[in-house]
């Protein structure tokens, strides 16, 4: 059985896709819920497997459905959303000097401090040129590379290389990963310090992501990710350099206010 389209009309794979994804934006198809098997859908749809199987491969690229062994294809689950803002500096230096604990990560209500943990590693390595630069140091100045993946609720929301120049925390708390998650996140390191931050360019970047990301993330085919660079000052010094926030795009609003008064 094939499905040839007659000129003009377009392809029936496509049109099976039409239903199916209309089904699940309109919730008759809920997130999480198995779709119906292939040979259903071909009953339905008078259309071979082969037809059916494009369909979904169609929709697996859009981020709509996941397909697993032993499983099969189910609409993508709605995960946790963080809501990304620059008052959310502002707000983390204001907690560290309360003593109230939090950090821009757990800031949304939706992500008390309870539910937030992280995988991290921590190496001392020489700056490569990229990083380097954002700082404005020298190549090869030793840094302290921390690589974290944060989860909530169980779910990995972000990965992150953040660095310090090694003379900076060298011997103290802040150089400690067990220390980690640390109240405050760097602003509460850097207010332990004796720095106080006074303020962080960000440059944000979409794209698709890399297989570690997909793997570590577990992001959905057809998703893109968000990336910040970022660089945290105090007065004109950068303290702190992020070198790759990566963060799935199903999973962040970015919620900025500019005061232009």
């Known amino acids: 059985m094939t499905d ?7 392809p029936r794979y496509a049109r099976v896709a039409d239903e199916l994804r209309r089904r699940i934006m309109s919730g008759a198809i809920p997130p ?12 339905e749809f008078g259309v071979a497997r082969g037809t059916v199987r494009e369909a979904f491969g169609l929709l697996r690229s859009e981020g709509l459905i996941v397909t697993e062994m032993g499983r099969g294809s189910y609409a993508r689950p709605v995960l946790p959303v963080r809501r990304l803002g620059s008052a959310r500096y502002r707000r983390e230096l204001e907690q560290v ?7 821009s990560f757990t800031a949304d209500r939706s992500m008390p401090w309870a539910e937030y943990t992280l995988d991290r590693e921590f190496r001392e390595v020489p700056a490569d040129r990229a990083t380097a630069e954002l700082f404005g140091v020298d190549p090869g100045t030793v840094i302290l590379e921390r690589r974290f993946v944060f989860r909530s ?3 990995p929301q972000q990965m992150s290389t953040s660095c310090l120049l090694l003379d900076m925390v060298a011997g103290t708390p802040v150089a400690d990963p067990d220390r980690e998650p640390w109240p405050g996140g760097n602003t509460g390191q850097l207010y332990s310090l004796g720095i106080t931050i006074t303020g962080v360019r960000e440059m944000v970047r979409a794209r698709m992501p890399l297989r570690d990301e997909i793997e570590t993330l577990k992001i959905p085919g057809g998703v893109p990710v968000v990336t910040i660079t ?17 963060i799935p795009a199903d999973r962040v609003e970015l919620d900025y206010w500019i005061d232009l008064s």
């Open 4 to 10: 040839v389209p007659t000129p003009h009309e377009r």
């Open 153 to 155: 609720h169980g779910v």
């Open 230 to 246: 970022r660089q945290t000052y105090a007065g004109d010094r950068v303290v702190e350099v992020a070198t790759d926030i990566v």
């Open 97 to 103: 000097r309360t003593g109230e604990l939090g950090t």
């Open 32 to 43: 999480g819920s198995i779709l119906p098997s292939e040979s259903a859908l071909m009953s």
